[in-house]
């Protein structure tokens, strides 16, 4: 599914004037629903938003495409909030089917938004810094309120999340931790940034010319976390609709998987290697060595 996806985007997206056909799912809406603890999905079928309640308000987690804002609000008032209950507004990474829909969902709100510092210009000038290879994909700025501190917990009521900034994918890549209680049991809850290359260019980059060692400094923090629960940016990533059925059909464990953020890690780390040999041939034949 990830290289079927990455292909149709560097295939529809090369060429600023090229009109963006995106996979249906990342636009197309799906049913609401609680996931673990106080943690609620309203994003699409293709693409996640993850809802987080408090005794204070909410933490919106991603704000999806443009166009999914309103199916995002939708599911939040479907769950019996209201807009005007978010109250913070946070994301993995500054990419447009991700923040996209940020700036809607800010006016609409009133919302705080945190980011990291190596996400803040791009969000606020809805360009990625990145030299990307189907160029640039723009998005409608907005502004951020609070700057994130690595591992340093962000607060609201009595929900406490942890930023762990782990770049490579953007340069402000941000992984999300926190710990909830489901059914008298304390969890472990993630939300990975995204580990793929997806495009970036690897060698040579002058937008983002520390990429390597940042996927690789990445890497290895990620093998330091651990997570009984796994909720990806893009939700097939770790079957989180699925595990949603599979849940109400009966299965309480669902969404417990220990073993599932290592073997993302894995793959993810496997592909970078891939991707950066094929970057560093493509270069020495370039340089005709």
Known sequence: MRRVMLGLILALLAGAATPLKLPAAWSQPTKPFHIVGPIYYVGTQGIASYLIRSQDGLILLDGGLEESAPL?????????????????????????????????????TGAVLAASAGDRVALETGIPPSELSYGVYRFPPVKVDRKLTDRDPIRLGEISITPIITPGHTPGCTTWTMRVVEAARSLDVLFPCSMAVAGNKLVRNEGYPGIIQDFRESFITMRTLSADVVLTAHPDQADVLGRAQRRDEGDSDAFLASDLLSRLVDEAEAAFDKELLEAEAVELQGEGL
């Open 72 to 108: 995002i609000e939708t599911s939040i008032t479907e769950l019996g909030f209201r807009l005007s209950d978010i109250k913070l507004m946070i994301a993995t990474h500054a990419h447009f089917d991700h923040v996209a829909g940020l700036a809607q969902l800010k006016r609409d």
